[in-house]
């Protein structure tokens, strides 16, 4: 299928030939009839990507904050190639549109193939042929509402929560200032709402839609347009002033929130809609004690996985209007005539033009407000209706460039391998290292989401690409698979792939409960098939292996002390939902506890835990069969630039420090010996998946035992069982 992206580094824009996403449970696949291009938000990104990287770093300031903090713990060279990696990659446009569903997940029974729906979601409803949407964030169309005037849903629930933050009520008088797309749907609400509006906007054209959508005045916000329209409010208001203003004008002008200071009235609301500079002048917004409100996106529910992905829906008695129910009122609205978005319609052009588009709307020679992209089906929904996606356009062949051959992966003693998930940790610290095995070919990358797998594919090689997990664990010619998705469908995806016959490497944890690992010891025993490896990266560290040779055997037992500074999570990170995805701890314990097991040789005898008040930190003390001890602090409070992993090991008169995998000394009778790591951090990935792809090839033991592997992750899964019950866990 077809889909509009673009590269952030290069400020490529192009339609690429995708994969079709799979249906996923909870959610619907759409075909898209039109996609609405928003002129504000999408061309911000579009200049954004033909920036250069200094450019790219003035304009998003929050990203190189997060750059500084990872160089503090990673180092420069990891930080980079991490960056990089980011920047370089299709990312995809578009976030409302109209479609006909095709087919119909497990939870969204509540839409049937052939419904005709608007959906929204910058992740999901995309420029492209076919999306999957979450139910939460698709709504039917009502009979009467055609379809180039339901794509513009998204956009119009996004106006009308602007609307809401401001609760105007009748016979009020507000000024709109910034008449593109959002402040024209804006205007068209308040009309509808019995409210008076006046408009702003520096394009007179514009402002002569405002009027013509009901506007009682409009003009440009220089000096004599400023004034008429100060005059204007002053004359309908009997000198109070706007009750509201709404700032839905982008840019780095300052003007429109000094505008909204003058044009006020004492008291008055003042709702920011549009990325709009907020250099608020004190004494004007202090002395008229001016209520300044921010509009998130389409409504309550917006940036909650909960409400967006599993589609937990917030009760009407305490959230009136959701997301959802912001989309259904617009549709609804359209549906009555009380708003008409027919005169934003400016241009409607094929999908397969949309580089051509995009380039003349940033250039500036195709003026106008609202622009729809077409699909090639889109003249016949009917039929659209009858013919679902077909299931093998989920799976495609890699495109061939001019000059290349693909390694074949039949040679002699090569291993083909099949991907199952390639996200940021995928993409960066284990494929650049296979794609340079000589041992090793990659041949099928799954991921859920179509760009992702080209991603994959055209950074890395793979032969072919789907969004069919199935289409990896079945393939014949796959001889290993990597499991590298989120830790809920860890166990599932071992499981399957043992049962197939591959060998396995599935990043941690293996299981998520004690009920995971006893159905993957099933699957071994009635498959025979024990060949699993755990992303336990860190016993392979060149650092490490180096220090342990160094400090030398040990007759007794030796004290570790392992301090990991986690550090805060974005407030969007999957890792919060601890209902699907086990706690923190959980899922990355296991690196930490296989490090200490490396260290001492053998696996932990039992396991005592405590946190503090907040559950912001733990601490978790372990008991070895010969008298040794660790303690683990895995603190997530502390502070972003400080080093994230320190060890320190005590015994037989020796003591030995790692600290963050850049630096490794050994105290002893004969002094003190460092060595470091000046190419930055080496955590191990690369001599990890190099002895993993060396032991399929040859058929060898696994790098990891599988008895320290579950030993490991049952002594993971101790920690939280501690947590519970405040005593020490026996394994």
Same mark, same amino acid.
């Given at each position: 299928?077809?889909?509009?992206?673009?590269?952030?580094?290069?400020?490529? #824009?192009?339609?690429?030939?995708?994969?079709?996403?799979?249906?996923?449970?909870?959610?619907?696949?759409?075909?898209?009839?039109?996609?609405?291009?928003?002129?504000?938000?999408?061309?911000?990104?579009? @200049?954004?990507?033909?920036?250069?990287?200094?450019?790219?770093?003035?304009?998003?300031?929050?990203?190189?904050?997060?750059?500084?903090?990872?160089?503090?713990?990673?180092?420069?060279?990891?930080?980079?190639?991490?960056?990089?990696?980011?920047?370089?990659?299709?990312?995809? #446009?578009?976030?409302?549109?109209?479609?006909?569903?095709?087919?119909?997940?497990?939870?969204?029974?509540?839409?049937?193939?052939?419904?005709?729906?608007?959906?929204?979601?910058?992740?999901?409803?995309?420029?492209?042929?076919?999306?999957?949407?979450?139910?939460?964030?698709?709504?039917?169309?009502?009979?009467?509402?055609?379809?180039?005037?339901?794509?513009?849903?998204?956009?119009?629930?996004?106006?009308?929560?602007?609307?809401?933050?401001?609760?105007?009520?009748?016979?009020?008088?507000?000024?709109?200032?910034?008449?593109?797309?959002?402040?024209? &749907?804006?205007?068209?609400?308040?009309?509808?709402?019995?409210?008076?509006?006046?408009?702003?906007?520096?394009?007179?054209?514009?402002?002569?839609?405002?009027?013509?959508?009901?506007?009682?005045?409009?003009?440009?916000?220089?000096?004599?347009?400023?004034?008429?329209?100060?005059?204007?409010?002053?004359?309908?208001?009997?000198?109070?002033?706007?009750?509201?203003?709404?700032?839905?004008?982008?840019?780095?002008?300052?003007?429109?929130?000094?505008?909204?200071?003058?044009?006020?009235?004492?008291?008055?609301?003042?709702?920011?809609?549009?990325?709009?500079?907020?250099?608020?002048?004190?004494?004007?917004?202090?002395?008229?004690?001016?209520?300044?409100?921010?509009?998130?996106?389409?409504?309550?529910?917006?940036?909650?996985?909960?409400?967006?992905?599993?589609?937990?829906?917030?009760?009407?008695?305490?959230?009136?209007?959701?997301?959802?129910?912001?989309?259904?009122?617009?549709?609804?609205?359209?549906?009555?005539?009380?708003?008409?978005?027919?005169?934003?319609?400016?241009?409607?052009?094929?999908?397969?033009?949309?580089?051509?588009?995009?380039?003349?709307?940033?250039?500036?020679?195709?003026?106008?407000?609202?622009?729809?992209?077409?699909?090639?089906?889109?003249?016949?929904?009917?039929?659209?209706?009858?013919?679902?996606?077909?299931?093998?356009?989920?799976?495609?062949?890699?495109?061939?460039?001019?000059?290349?051959?693909?390694?074949?992966?039949?040679?002699?003693?090569?291993?083909?391998?099949?991907?199952?998930?390639?996200?940021?940790?995928?993409?960066?610290?284990?494929?650049?290292?296979?794609?340079?095995?000589?041992?090793?070919? &990659?041949?099928?990358?799954?991921?859920?989401?179509?760009?992702?797998?080209?991603?994959?594919?055209?950074?890395?090689?793979?032969?072919?690409?789907? @969004?069919?997990?199935?289409?990896?664990?079945?393939?014949?010619?796959?001889?290993?698979?990597?499991?590298?998705?989120?830790?809920?469908?860890?166990?599932?995806?071992?499981?399957?792939?043992?049962?197939?016959?591959?060998?396995?490497?599935?990043?941690?944890?293996?299981?998520?409960?004690?009920?995971?690992?006893?159905?993957?010891?099933?699957?071994?025993?009635?498959?025979?098939?024990?060949?699993?490896?755990?992303?336990?990266?860190?016993?392979?560290?060149?650092?490490?292996?180096?220090?342990?040779?160094?400090?030398?055997?040990?007759?007794?037992?030796?004290?570790?002390?392992? &301090?990991?500074?986690?550090?805060?999570?974005?407030?969007?990170?999957?890792?919060?939902?601890?209902?699907?995805?086990?706690?923190?701890?959980?899922?990355?314990?296991?690196?930490?506890?296989?490090?200490?097991?490396?260290?001492?040789?053998?696996?932990?005898?039992?396991?005592?835990?405590?946190?503090?008040?907040?559950?912001?930190?733990?601490?978790?003390?372990?008991?070895?069969?010969?008298?040794?001890?660790?303690?683990?602090?895995?603190?997530?409070?502390?502070?972003?630039?400080?080093?994230?992993?320190?060890?320190?090991?005590?015994?037989?008169?020796?003591?030995?420090?790692?600290?963050?995998?850049?630096?490794?000394?050994?105290?002893?009778?004969?002094?003190?010996?460092?060595?470091?790591?000046?190419?930055?951090?080496?955590?191990?990935?690369?001599?990890?998946?190099?002895?993993?792809?060396?032991?399929?090839?040859?058929?060898?033991?696994?790098?990891?035992?599988?008895?320290?592997?579950?030993?490991?992750?049952?002594? @993971?899964?101790?920690?939280?069982?501690?947590?519970?019950?405040?005593?020490?866990?026996?394994?």
């Amino acid at each position: 299928m077809k889909q509009v992206a673009q590269n952030y580094r290069s400020g490529e #824009l192009t339609v690429l030939d995708v994969p079709v996403p799979s249906c996923k449970p909870g959610g619907v696949l759409v075909r898209s009839l039109f996609s609405l291009i928003s002129t504000g938000t999408e061309m911000m990104k579009v @200049t954004e990507a033909r920036l250069s990287l200094l450019g790219k770093a003035r304009a998003r300031p929050d990203q190189v904050k997060k750059v500084l903090d990872s160089m503090a713990q990673q180092g420069p060279v990891a930080t980079y190639k991490k960056a990089i990696n980011t920047l370089d990659s299709y990312t995809p #446009l578009g976030y409302s549109l109209c479609g006909v569903v095709v087919e119909v997940g497990a939870g969204a029974e509540e839409f049937a193939v052939g419904d005709l729906v608007a959906a929204a979601g910058n992740e999901f409803a995309l420029h492209a042929e076919l999306n999957w949407v979450p139910r939460n964030l698709c709504v039917r169309v009502p009979d009467g509402v055609a379809p180039e005037h339901a794509a513009f849903a998204t956009v119009g629930a996004i106006a009308m929560q602007g609307v809401r933050r401001s609760e105007p009520q009748l016979g009020e008088l507000a000024c709109v200032i910034g008449l593109g797309l959002i402040g024209q &749907l804006v205007v068209r609400l308040l009309v509808a709402s019995g409210v008076r509006v006046v408009g702003v906007d520096t394009v007179p054209a514009r402002c002569g839609m405002a009027e013509e959508a009901g506007a009682i005045a409009s003009g440009t916000p220089d000096g004599e347009g400023a004034a008429a329209l100060e005059r204007a409010i002053a004359a309908a208001t009997g000198g109070l002033g706007a009750d509201h203003v709404f700032l839905a004008a982008g840019g780095d002008s300052n003007g429109p929130v000094e505008l909204a200071s003058r044009i006020a009235r004492d008291r008055a609301r003042v709702v920011d809609i549009g990325k709009t500079k907020l250099d608020l002048p004190w004494n004007a917004y202090y002395e008229k004690e001016l209520d300044v409100r921010f509009s998130r996106s389409y409504g309550p529910g917006r940036y909650d996985d909960r409400y967006e992905l599993e589609g937990v829906d917030y009760p009407a008695g305490y959230v009136r209007w959701t997301e959802r129910r912001n989309l259904e009122c617009f549709l609804q609205l359209l549906a009555a005539g009380s708003v008409d978005v027919g005169a934003l319609v400016s241009g409607t052009h094929p999908v397969a033009d949309a580089e051509s588009v995009y380039g003349q709307l940033r250039d500036g020679s195709l003026k106008g407000i609202g622009f729809l992209f077409e699909y090639p089906e889109a003249a016949d929904q009917a039929q659209l209706a009858a013919a679902p996606a077909p299931a093998h356009a989920r799976t495609m062949a890699a495109p061939r460039q001019a000059g290349t051959s693909p390694r074949t992966g039949t040679d002699s003693g090569t291993v083909r391998l099949g991907f199952i998930g390639a996200g940021a940790y995928a993409s960066s610290m284990l494929l650049p290292h296979l794609a340079k095995l000589p041992g090793a070919t &990659l041949g099928t990358v799954a991921t859920t989401r179509s760009l992702s797998a080209v991603n994959a594919q055209r950074k890395f090689g793979f032969r072919a690409l789907t @969004t069919d997990a199935s289409s990896v664990l079945d393939d014949p010619a796959i001889d290993a698979v990597f499991v590298v998705t989120r830790h809920h469908s860890h166990a599932d995806f071992v499981c399957r792939a043992l049962e197939a016959g591959k060998a396995v490497f599935v990043e941690k944890p293996l299981a998520l409960t004690a009920e995971q690992v006893d159905r993957v010891l099933e699957t071994v025993d009635r498959t025979g098939n024990d060949r699993i490896m755990v992303g336990f990266n860190r016993r392979f560290a060149p650092l490490f292996t180096d220090l342990r040779r160094r400090f030398g055997p040990t007759a007794g037992p030796v004290s570790v002390r392992y &301090l990991v500074n986690a550090g805060q999570l974005s407030s969007g990170s999957w890792y919060l939902n601890e209902e699907q995805e086990g706690s923190r701890f959980l899922g990355e314990g296991g690196h930490f506890i296989d490090t200490v097991g490396a260290w001492i040789g053998s696996a932990p005898v039992e396991v005592t835990a405590f946190q503090t008040g907040d559950g912001a930190d733990l601490q978790a003390t372990l008991r070895y069969a010969d008298g040794s001890l660790a303690t683990l602090t895995y603190a997530t409070d502390g502070n972003a630039r400080f080093p994230k992993e320190t060890i320190d090991v005590s015994g037989a008169g020796r003591n030995a420090r790692l600290d963050n995998f850049t630096r490794a000394t050994v105290w002893s009778r004969s002094g003190k010996d460092v060595k470091r790591s000046y190419a930055g951090q080496d955590k191990g990935q690369r001599a990890e998946v190099a002895a993993f792809v060396e032991a399929v090839r040859t058929g060898g033991p696994m790098p990891i035992a599988l008895d320290s592997l579950v030993s490991t992750t049952l002594a @993971t899964i101790a920690v939280e069982e501690s947590l519970t019950t405040g005593g020490p866990v026996k394994l």
